[in-house]
């Protein structure tokens, strides 16, 4: 019964992720947008935490449409563009070819659960909303696994604790899978004790305010707009709302403690 379940998990998750990589248009994606330090704080932290990537083994662990991988590739490292989903995958090797990075990249079909990959293969582990689909003690035995000793993993997970978020979860329930779920802090130490250090740092707090904004103004219906995703879409249109809301984020984010759980994401190092 526990291996039906897990595999039906595990099929509903790759034709989601399907269907949703098909409406992707790959031409309008702007990968410098996904790691802009005011319209995506929390990526842009995230490439800053890896350092220097030049010659590094990067898995970007599921990629999606792949801008991760091609804004690593664009900075030198090797990668390993890494998915559940074969139409993500396809999407992903297309942004390559468009940036022309494809012969920097590697395109592999995996569960992120159990990887193919031999141990020690990494020098770093990168994800961006992956880890939340997952088994968590799974998912980190596989992580620790393929990097090597002092390896460094860096994800972005969306964070439980939000009346906002929460809302428009309930709201949308066609636009994510059923068996996500949430990252609570306890989860990140869940995480974390397999690793040798871990921290969190948040990030998006008044800026999901956008979210209100596209549900009230622009009357964006929340069962078919993936609101995060279209704020990084629009973000040249809202990059000066986001300047500010960025200041005012980082200030009541560091002199303010008991906010950081209202934030969207947080950015999870884990160090080997």
């Known amino acids: 019964m526990q291996g039906r379940l897990y595999k039906s998990r595990l099929t509903a998750e790759e034709a989601f992720h399907d269907a949703w990589a098909r409406q ?38 599921g990629c999606g449409a792949g801008e991760a991988s091609v804004c690593f590739a664009r900075r030198g490292a090797r990668v390993w563009a890494a998915d559940l989903s074969g139409e993500m995958l396809r999407a992903a090797r297309r942004l390559a070819e468009r940036y022309g990075v494809r012969e920097r990249i590697q395109f592999v079909k995996v569960n992120a659960e ?19 689909h997952l088994d968590l003690d799974a998912a980190a035995a596989e992580v ?21 978020i929460n809302l428009y979860r309930r709201m949308s329930p066609d636009v994510h ?7 609570s802090f306890a989860d990140f130490e869940r995480v974390g004790r397999r690793f040798r250090e871990m921290r969190h740092r948040e990030f998006q707090l008044l800026a999901l305010l956008i979210h209100i904004y596209f549900f009230t ?51 999870v190092e884990l160090v080997k």
């Open 24 to 61: 992707i248009e790959v031409e309008a994606i702007d990968v410098d947008l996904a790691f802009h330090p005011f319209i995506s704080p929390e990526t842009h932290y995230a490439l800053e935490r890896l350092g220097d990537l030049a010659g590094r083994r990067v898995l970007d662990l």
């Open 114 to 132: 159990a990887m193919a990959f031999p141990s020690g293969a990494f020098d770093y582990v990168y994800g961006f909303g992956v880890l939340h």
């Open 144 to 164: 620790v696994r393929v990097l090597r000793p002092d390896g460094a993993a860096v994800f972005v997970e969306p964070l439980k604790y939000n009346p906002i």
């Open 177 to 183: 899978t059923w068996d996500e779920h949430p990252m």
């Open 217 to 267: 103004i622009l009357k964006l219906d929340p069962r078919t707009e993936r609101y995060w995703k279209r704020a990084v879409q629009d973000g040249r249109r809202f990059e000066g709302w986001f300047r500010a809301i960025r200041r005012i984020d980082r200030a009541l984010l560091r002199w303010v403690p008991p906010l950081r759980p209202m934030s969207w994401a947080s950015v």
